[in-house]
Antibody, heavy 117, light 112 residues
Framework: EVQLVESGGNLVQPGGSLRLSCAAS????????MHWVRQVPGKGLVWVSR????????RYADSVKGRFTISRDSAKNTLYLQMNSLRVEDTAVYYC??????????WGQGTQVTVSS | DIVMTQTPLSLSVTPGQPASISCKSS???????????LSWYLQKPGQSPQLLIY???NRFSGVPDRFSGSGSGTDFTLKISRVEAEDVGVYYC?????????FGGGTKVEIK
């Protein structure tokens, strides 16, 4: 069974940093591209970042470019999102998601990030 | 960025009755490989989104056949032939032909 379990969400002050993790199991993690997508509770879905299978190619939404870094560790079957210079508007539930081809197939349960003073 | 526009905003449906959701994209989602990259997701209350339909009309593994997708180019539709209580939640369309991935604003489906 495919499982994606996010962790690392927390309450942080503006300007602070957090690192989110997404532990993958039930599939060959190193064979899949992965994304991060966020959602303000009660609002819509917003794409954040994408990484290819070996981590050599990454892309970011303009709103997080230069502040967030996506990475992966295939030995640990884990996807990461390093978030620096956090802003109030980064407050959201962050989901990791597995991609096959052009479709986003499976989503984790999400981890809450709250940026507030 | 490709803008995805969903209608209606909400639907109240009697169990056993059909439901239909429209999604329009600001650009064609037809790729040079001949495929059209439009997907539909359902986010049930308190859960993460789950894939229902990919490439316009392909049901994902385990998705009941009462769900169907259609459309081409920039106009797409999700249909539920007979709504069941477990179908409540928010439905989103998503384009994946280019980054950033973009989503429709969502359609909330509730049971009468």
């Amino acid at each position: 069974e495919v499982q994606l379990v996010e962790s690392g969400g927390n309450l942080v002050q503006p300007g602070g940093s957090l690192r989110l993790s997404c532990a993958a199991s039930g599939f060959t993690f190193s064979s899949y591209w992965m994304h991060w997508v966020r959602q303000v509770p009660g609002k819509g879905l917003v794409w954040v970042s994408r990484i290819n299978t070996d981590g050599s190619s990454t892309r970011y939404a303009d709103s997080v470019k230069g502040r967030f870094t996506i990475s992966r560790d295939s030995a640990k079957n884990t996807l990461y999102l390093q978030m620096n210079s956090l802003r109030v508007e980064d407050t959201a539930v962050y989901y990791c998601a597995r991609v096959l081809g052009y479709r986003v197939e499976f989503w984790g349960q999400g981890t809450q990030v709250t940026v507030s003073s | 960025d490709i803008v995805m526009t969903q209608t209606p905003l909400s639907l109240s449906v009697t169990p056993g009755q059909p439901a239909s959701i429209s999604c329009k994209s600001s650009q064609s989602l037809l790729h040079s490989d001949g495929k059209t990259y439009l997907s539909w997701y359902l986010q049930k209350p308190g859960q993460s989104p789950q894939l229902l339909i990919y490439e316009v009309s392909n049901r994902f593994s385990g998705v009941p056949d009462r769900f169907s997708g259609s459309g081409s180019g920039t106009d797409f539709t999700l249909k539920i032939s007979r709504v069941e209580a477990e179908d409540v939640g928010v439905y989103y369309c998503m384009q994946s032909i280019q980054l950033p991935l973009t989503f429709g604003g969502g359609t909330k489906v509730e049971i009468k």
